[in-house]
């Protein structure tokens, strides 16, 4: 039974990587935040984990970005610690570096106030999020508040605001700067109040009985918080108005409280405002362009639609029916970062620059969370936060990847699992948003993106032949699939002529071209197959499927790059001595230098010290591996002993066995004598090989 239960998960995908146009996606790594779990995942376009960081199952709150040092910027949730919002927790920061060590960590949440949502890094390195605030009934009798606008239940309002954190690392940091949208209300319902005004005639300020009904106790409920360098100006979505705004951030705090100073002389009222302008009295419903939208955004320098907005528009009571879309406007505002405004009228534009809203199956309304952000290539990558999927479309439209989160609140979910509903109804696999990251982003220079393996599980587990580490496959390349109940019986090839089924097992690997072959193999028994990749398999994603004879199959998707290097290792375990043979030149004389020997007592190769010998001695090593001869030049390998570099002078397939590659290197230098046993690191073409180890006299 546990066999069969094995070979029915794969049967039908539902997570992962579904998609991956190549030819047309973005090249790039998108960082992956579950919203229910406490890992976070950096994956490449296929699918594969080049990084990922956890301190403990803390959920976001709700975001995590990239910084240009490589550094990991995540929000956490601190669930009851702050006002009661009903979504979007969060009241502590976290900086963690490349290799998940934390850096730097602030709290600021209390039973009266907490950040939430999101949060953004500014060139200084100081830190803008959203914040909550709670006031009483008695503070919005005060600012002109209608009696009984609250909802039913709901004894206080928490409006938003915005801190700017100078960090104090380890622990801590100092406000140096915040906005209050309490500072920059207007209304016409109690002419006693000292903002009593003509909401239509401040478009600048923001009027509490805008909306007709009543409102929600997390009122702007904001979102999203997005800076402008170039203007130095934030921009806000605000979900409880159906709007964005946009507010200068070159005021102090005393400006940013008043309707004077800063850059534009307006202090902190509005500079902008759009999507929904009967919440200033310059429109009607019927105007109304956005419905409780997320991810208000500048697109960034150097991306098609510069300077311009794009927001995921979530489409919560749209008249033409309830679907979201992403939509791209260009706002009437110069270089100074100025916006113009006709006397009486709605903020411009009245048309959209570009909208998507998919058609058919790939339609989606999610009413909670969500994203999007344009690429370099003109593409958009949209998050469809509630149903935890993830999709790049290019300008026309097309579909060109398209993923899935297998993460949900027990960790990552088996291939063929779904994760479930929450109380709302939405996927346990939700995603607040994602950002994607273009290989020359700064915080990826010289950092080790090697793939090691999907976020999803499978039944069927796969590792490089030799070095046994998750990852991708590289024609050519020799790989061992775990799993149960893999093939009938027992089998092993008898010579260098590989079959294709063995102990009535066959395994094929259908290529990103769509190609199907089977692949030779050299092993096969019911927990183990040891498989060649033939040489012919296009690069790109990949699915391996073993099929028994006796009825029942099983799948994995994998990613097959040109290089997937793994070395040998003498006790056939992926680490401790390698499988090396060297090579000593003395006098013109060469001999044998062993390497390794056989303890008979432990029944392990140990390392034996290499002697370097006399200072005109050249001692020569050759490795073996697999993987590796797809590799663009000898000129991409680089291989460090003991942190000491060492030259490579040759690399090519070992014709003697299949899949077998060797690398030669040497001499070895004379700086590395007395380093004793040392770890032996080799990459090629940017890819990292499992570490072996070597022993120096």
């Known amino acids: ?22 030819a047309k996606t973005s090249p790039g790594y998108v960082l992956l935040p579950p919203m229910h779990n406490g890992h976070t995942y950096l994956i490449d376009n296929n699918g594969q984990v080049v990084n990922s960081w956890y301190a403990d199952n803390s959920e976001p709150g709700r975001m995590a970005y990239l910084l240009p040092n490589g550094h990991l910027l995540r929000s956490v949730s601190l669930p009851n ?10 009241g502590r920061i976290t900086e963690f570096d490349w290799s998940g060590n934390l850096l730097w960590q602030f709290d600021y949440s209390t039973s009266t106030y907490a950040m939430h949502h999101d949060l953004k890094m500014l060139p200084n390195g100081n830190v803008i999020v959203l914040l909550v605030e709670t006031k009483t009934l008695a503070d919005m009798a005060a600012a002109g508040f209608r009696p009984n606008i609250l909802q039913s239940g709901a004894s206080v309002l928490v409006p938003d605001a915005i801190i700017e954190v100078q960090p104090t690392r380890p622990v801590g940091g100092q406000i140096v700067w915040e906005w209050h949208v309490w500072d920059h209300l207007v209304q016409n319902y109690d002419s006693t109040k000292a903002n009593y005004g003509n909401p239509a005639l401040h478009p600048e300020l923001v009027d509490p009985n805008a909306s007709p009904g009543q409102i929600a106790s997390f009122w702007n409920h904001m979102n999203a918080i997005d800076y402008n360098a170039d203007l130095d100006q934030i921009m806000v979505s605000v979900r409880g108005n159906s709007e964005f705004w946009i507010i200068d951030h070159s005021t102090t705090t005393a400006e940013a409280a008043s309707h004077s100073g800063g850059k534009h002389g307006k202090g902190g009222d509005l500079l902008y405002r759009w999507g929904n302008p009967a919440m200033y009295g310059a429109g009607k419903s019927t105007d109304e362009m956005l419905y409780q939208q997320h991810d208000a955004q500048w697109i960034a320098k150097g991306r098609p639609g510069a300077g311009a907005i794009l927001v995921f528009n979530n489409g919560v009571n749209r008249p033409t029916g309830n679907y979201s879309s992403v939509d791209e406007l260009a706002p009437p505002v110069d270089s100074s ?32 969370v969500s994203g999007a952000e344009r690429q370099p290539n003109g593409n958009t990558l949209i998050c469809y936060g509630t149903h935890g999927v993830l999709e790049e479309v290019t300008s026309a439209g097309e579909l060109v990847w398209k993923y899935v989160n297998p993460v949900s609140q027990t960790g990552s979910l088996q291939q063929g699992q779904t994760a479930g509903l929450d109380q709302k109804n939405q996927s346990l696999a939700a995603v607040f948003k994602v950002r994607k990251y273009a290989p020359d982003f700064p915080g990826l220079v010289g950092k080790d993106l090697t793939p090691k393996g999907p976020v999803e599980l499978y039944s069927l587990s796969l590792v490089n032949g030799a070095g046994l580490q998750t990852g991708v496959a590289a024609p050519g390349a020799i790989l061992t699939a775990f799993g149960t109940a893999l093939a009938d019986s027992t089998g092993a090839a008898s010579s260098t002529s590989l079959p294709t089924t063995l102990g009535g ?32 398999v296009a690069l790109g994603p990949a699915t391996i499927t073993i099929q028994k004879n006796s009825g029942g199959s099983v799948w994995i998707n994998t990613s097959v790059e040109s290089v997937a290097p793994g070395l040998f290792s003498m006790n056939a375990s992926g680490k401790g001595v390698g499988a090396i043979i060297g090579l000593r030149i003395s006098g013109g004389q060469t001999s044998d230098v062993s390497i390794f020997s056989y303890d008979s007592s432990t029944r392990q190769y140990v390392s034996v010290p290499i002697d370097l010998g006399a200072s005109s001695d050249q001692i020569y090593l050759s490795l073996y591996g697999t993987g590796l001869r797809g590799f663009s030049s000898l000129s991409s390998f ?16 070992q014709s003697q066995f299949p899949g077998l590659d060797q690398v030669n290197i040497g001499p070895l230098p ?28």
């Open 337 to 368: 970062g100025n916006y113009s405004l006709a006397a009486g009228s709605a903020y411009a534009p009245t048309k959209l620059a570009w909208t998507y809203a998919g058609s058919g199956s790939e339609r989606y309304y999610d009413a909670d």
């Open 81 to 90: 610690s702050g006002p009661n919002t009903g979504g979007g927790d969060g």
């Open 1 to 22: 039974m546990a066999a069969a239960a094995s070979f029915a998960i794969g049967q039908t995908q539902t997570v992962g990587l579904f998609l991956n146009n190549s």
């Open 505 to 536: 097992a066959t395994v094929k690997i259908t290529d990103s071209a769509g190609v199907t072959q089977s692949c030779p193999l050299f092993y096969a028994s019911a927990t183990q197959i040891n498989l060649l990749v033939p040489s012919g």
């Open 638 to 653: 680089a291989v460090i002993i003991g942190g000491v570099s060492v030259p490579v002078s040759a690399a090519t397939a």
């Open 670 to 697: 004379r700086t590395l004598a007395d380093k004793g046993e040392s770890n032996l690191v080799l990459q090629v073409d940017g890819r990292t090989a499992n570490t072996v180890t070597v022993t120096i006299k």
